[in-house]
RNA sequence: GCCGGUGUGGCGAAACUGGCAGACGCCCGGGACUUAAAAUCCCGUGCGGGGUAACCCGCGUACCGGUUCGAUCCCGGUCACCGGCACCA
């Protein structure tokens, strides 16, 4: 009999998805695991090897813990909102939802052609109006508690497709589709208060299982960093506060920098001299991009304003405060005191300018270069900060200011509020309502969902509004408040919505008083193990906490988190070692593979290619070996046929045992590679030895959650009981392990001179009497004196010689 | 610049975090089977050297140094590559 793959893939896939093998039961006398994987944005591409890694890992890990005797929730779906598919749709004069639809049925067939183990019942997808219901729904929550407002922004102006662009969209300040220059433009812009969760977004990351670059990446997006600001006065009588770190190096401040957007830059224009060379300034640096902006080893710019200036609070001293762009509106206070002894960008102003420098942490030549390397520094020039290390001189200025009225302590996040909305069609409809009498209303939640309307051409409009807004019956409503004319808001969500909360959906998908029942809530609680791509480290992962923990403050859901647990797997790079990408014409296709070779050996190669969370490059010669090693499985299979019993012969026993805990433990820890690793030199031990019927159940139950389709089939011709997936994972005996005898090292003075076998366990002067014993260690030994032994049990015995006295 | 990570044979990688470096797989070489080839099975395979030989001797985990009986692993320094952030005061 042959190994037909394509035939026995099919016929597994088939019963799997007949029986409902892989059904999660929202309840039960098992214990509950959730696992979860991002759920892929359905493209015209298909499913590509780089979405195969970390299913096919997340498909072992279920596929075990089913066999370890939990309800697995292993739940799919798509996330088919955004630009590729309205781009697709403008481009081919068809409904997005028609591309959708087809890319979906896609997709599904190539994931279940892997032999995933999802539970299909409770496949959902984002872009169905019965799941943005509830996007929509959370929405409207975070608007009535006061945390989706809408705010000018500048956004990303395409120039010559003259409409709005994502950030995504923005490749090196230049338009990705047509490649002209990209400005920044004021508009409205939905926004929602992610900033207000800053704090606990880091300090909840404390007691979360996920890979500490993850965490680490999170802290750094935030951005914490503690300070105090501080109110100098100004001679125009009001006063310009400032956030600093470095309150303690006050009496360095020889001038002040606030941003050419500050408030108070208007408030002066009048009194100043030279109010038309600040508004100049101020006029160039609006032009400029973000990216302008921000370039690199850019000389800095500026103006100083002439007839306004400010009192450093400490020193009494009248310093000058300059307008540049160095210094951030967003950030802080858009202003700053400008310390150039201590700061490399105020010491490259102050010296192109012209400001004193002071050194107020000794250790540096100020004259030289900023000094910033000051943690352990001591103050100078500081009046009664003198002579302080610098962590003192921070805690006494701070009180200092504190009871002088004029600082506080204060804590800043680099994190900003999030831009909400898009000026597009292919999103969910933001279900708020403007009135000229009553403002921003939002839309009576027994309305919901909010349907897209149908519009002619999908085309973002002129004037950087969706191509919602020319569907004016659509537009005009009535005002839910005041029951007069209003219109609807015509921008919809970011792509990032509908995911920010999708793995409750699948709770309970299909309910439609709710999300999800509390029940079903209650009963998942959270994600056990969520799998995903660095890549969204920032922005998915922080915008789904960020939702859930406000679902969390409003009482929806019963955990603070949603993810108990995250891992990250690296890129599967092309042949050559460089990324896949289609110009590059190094893509691999699964199904490609699934058709010469099948799923099981995909699936089998996938996880066997190296380090889960390293990158690793596709070799199309290292796929045969897997291959092979199926055949090889196959071949046992046929030679164990007929046979009776479920005994392990003797041959095999204790390997058989080894190999149940190392491929056990590996899976848990990622390790995939390795455990697979086992599988095969257990294998090559049972065609040493022979292999039992009983061996090959072994087997077969290791190998069935990498490879599920071939140890389905097997299992069958064996003639067990049962699907194999649903069997339980063999048991593992200790002490079934232990060889009776060891392979012992023995070094002599550190190296490795011959090795010495002895009864497991020996006590350490039995192992250096048959170390001393060993003709080669013997002949060492001649003329020499044994000054030392270091005997490590069972693994090591070294002798210290040295030439005698 | 800052924050992470990585560096091991011809290649992908292992090594219970201080104890026989290179498991497993690919490639390659040899043999068996075959009229032949493919497939399959068996054997070999870090580098250099010595021996007719079973074997023996050096050198080896990016580089330099340190700690230790012993270092891929710990410490100090250097270099290279990858990822993230980047005028965040």
Redesign the pocket.
């Known amino acids: 009999m042959k190994y037909e793959f394509h035939k026995i893939e099919s016929k597994w896939q088939k019963k799997w998805m007949d029986e409902k093998v892989f059904a999660a039961q929202n309840g039960g006398d098992k214990p509950k695991y959730f696992t979860l994987v991002e759920f892929p944005y359905p493209s015209g591409n298909g499913l590509h090897v780089g979405h195969a890694r970390p299913y096919t890992a997340m498909d072992v890990v279920s596929r075990k813990k089913r066999m370890d005797g939990y309800n697995v929730l292993f739940p799919i779906g798509y996330d088919a909102f955004g630009l590729p598919t309205e781009n697709f749709a403008i481009k081919n004069h068809i409904h997005p939802k028609l591309v959708t639809e087809k890319n979906v049925n896609h997709f599904r067939e190539q994931l279940i052609s892997l032999g995933y183990s999802f539970d299909w019942d409770r496949e959902i997808c984002t872009t169905d109006p019965e799941y943005y219901k509830w996007t929509q729904w959370i929405f409207l929550q975070l608007f009535k508690k006061g945390l989706a407002y809408k705010a000018k922004m500048p956004v990303n102006w395409c120039t010559s497709c003259k409409c709005v662009l994502a950030n995504e969209e923005v490749v090196d300040n230049a338009c990705e589709r047509c490649g002209s220059p990209v400005v920044r433009r004021e508009k409205s812009q939905w926004m929602l208060k992610i900033t207000e969760y800053a704090q606990r977004l880091i300090d909840d990351l404390d007691d979360l299982d996920f890979i500490?670059?993850v965490k680490?990446?999170q802290r750094?997006?935030i951005?914490r960093?503690t300070?105090a600001e501080i109110d100098f006065e100004t001679t125009a009588g009001d006063k310009l506060r400032v956030?600093?770190?470095?309150p303690d190096t006050i009496f360095g401040a020889t001038y002040m920098v606030i941003?050419p957007e500050h408030a108070m830059l208007d408030k002066w224009m009048e009194s100043l001299e030279n109010a038309e060379e600040v508004k100049a300034y101020k006029a160039l640096a609006a032009g400029k991009s973000d990216f302008e902006?921000?370039?690199?080893n850019?000389e800095?710019t500026g103006v100083t304003l002439k007839g306004v200036s400010a009192i450093n609070p400490v020193t009494g001293e009248n310093i000058a405060i300059c307008v540049s762009?160095?210094?951030?509106a967003t950030?802080?206070t858009?202003a700053?005191m400008a310390?150039p002894g201590h700061?490399e960008?105020d010491w490259e102003y102050a010296k192109k300018f012209g400001f004193p420098i002071i050194e107020v942490v000794k250790g540096g030549n100020v004259e030289e270069a900023a000094y910033t390397d000051t943690e352990d520094g001591v103050m100078v020039n500081s009046g009664f900060l003198d002579g302080m290390h610098v962590t003192e001189a921070k805690k006494t200025i701070t009180k200092w200011l504190a009871d002088k009225g004029i600082g506080t302590e204060k804590v800043?996040y680099?994190l900003r509020d999030w831009v909400f909305s898009r000026q597009r069609y292919w999103g969910e409809p933001i279900p708020v309502i403007h009135c000229e009498k009553c403002g921003y209303v939002p839309m009576d939640e027994s309305q919901l969902p909010l349907l897209l309307p149908e519009v002619d051409s999908y085309e973002p409009t002129d004037n950087g509004e969706s191509p919602i807004a020319k569907m004016r019956d659509w537009v005009e409503t009535t005002c839910p408040c005041c029951g007069g004319p209003a219109e609807r808001e015509t921008d919809t969500m970011p792509q990032w919505a509908g995911s920010s909360w999708y793995f409750l959906r699948y709770m309970d998908p299909k309910n439609d008083e709710a999300l999800a029942s509390e029940e079903a809530l209650k009963y998942w609680n959270c994600v056990d193990w969520y799998n995903g791509g660095?890549?969204h480290t920032?922005l998915h992962l922080l915008y789904s906490r960020f939702w859930h923990k406000f679902l969390y403050d409003i009482g929806v859901v019963p955990t603070k988190e949603p993810y108990a647990k995250r891992s990250s797997h690296g890129m599967i790079l092309g042949e050559g070692?460089e990324k896949m990408s289609k110009s590059r014409g190094n893509v691999v296709n699964p199904t490609d593979i699934i058709n010469q070779y099948g799923a099981d050996t995909m699936r089998l190669y996938i996880m066997?290619?190296?380090?889960f969370e390293?990158?690793?490059?596709w070799?199309s010669?290292?796929v045969?070996?897997?291959k092979?090693?199926l055949?090889?499985i196959w071949?046992l299979g046929q030679q164990a046929k007929g046979a009776t019993g479920e005994e392990y012969s003797k041959e095999n026993e204790a390997s058989i045992h080894r190999t149940i805990k190392k491929v056990n433990d590996d899976i848990l820890d990622m390790?995939f590679?390795?455990g697979?690793?086992a599988l095969?030199?257990l294998v090559?031990e049972f065609?040493?030895k022979g292999v039992s019927r009983g061996d090959m159940k072994a087997l077969l139950l290791m190998l069935s959650p990498y490879a599920p389709h071939i140890a389905e089939e097997i299992w069958e011709i064996l003639g067990f009981k049962g699907m194999c997936c649903t069997q339980a994972w063999p048991e593992y005996d200790e002490s079934k392990t232990v060889e009776a005898e060891k392979?012992?090292?023995v070094?002599v003075?550190?190296k490795?001179?011959s090795?010495i076998t002895v009864a497991t366990d020996s006590d350490d002067q039995a192992v250096i009497d048959a170390a001393c014993a060993d003709p080669?260690i013997a002949k060492m030994m001649e003329g020499m004196q044994l000054v030392?032994t270091?005997v490590?049990k069972n693994?090591?015995v070294?002798l210290?010689l040295k030439p005698q006295a």
């Open positions: 500490e670059r680490i990446q750094n997006w951005g960093s300070g956030f600093s770190t470095r941003s902006r921000t370039e690199l850019k800095k762009d160095y210094v951030l950030y802080g858009g700053i310390v700061d960008r800043n680099k660095m890549e920032t070692g066997f290619i190296g380090d390293k990158a690793a490059p070799s010669d290292a045969k070996g897997c092979r090693f055949d090889r071949n390790k590679n390795t697979i690793a095969m030199s090559n065609y040493d392979t012992m090292a070094q003075n550190g490795l001179r090795t080669k030392k270091i490590v693994k090591l070294n210290i």
